[in-house]
């Protein structure tokens, strides 16, 4: 079984903190079997939500990747020269 994610962890215990405050200051229950019946349905709803959360997916298996080398570039000093020496002319359309 694969572990929760740091999405699904606060997802689930937002869920479970707001929901319980929620459902207490809406019934307005003083009994322990109200209060125990409450967080046992938040933690159900918790994990529900938890569990929803889409996962993140898995990434390609690197060995069916193949890496492939570029071969360097090799320049000779009279190309480095040149191209540093002199600019490229602008070409310019033809205009009617």
Do not use: D, N, W
């Amino acid at each position: 079984m694969p572990r929760p994610t740091a999405a699904q962890l606060a997802y689930g215990s937002c869920t479970v903190i707001f929901s319980t405050l929620a459902m207490l200051l809406l019934s307005q229950t003083s009994s322990s079997l109200g209060i125990v019946l409450i967080t046992l349905s938040a933690l159900a709803l918790g994990l529900l939500v938890a569990m929803t959360v889409p996962l993140p997916k898995p990434a390609p298996a690197t060995s069916a990747v193949v890496h492939r080398r570029v071969p360097a570039q090799r320049e000779t000093a009279s190309v480095s020269a040149s191209a540093s020496s002199a600019p490229e002319p602008v070409r310019e359309p033809a205009g009617p």
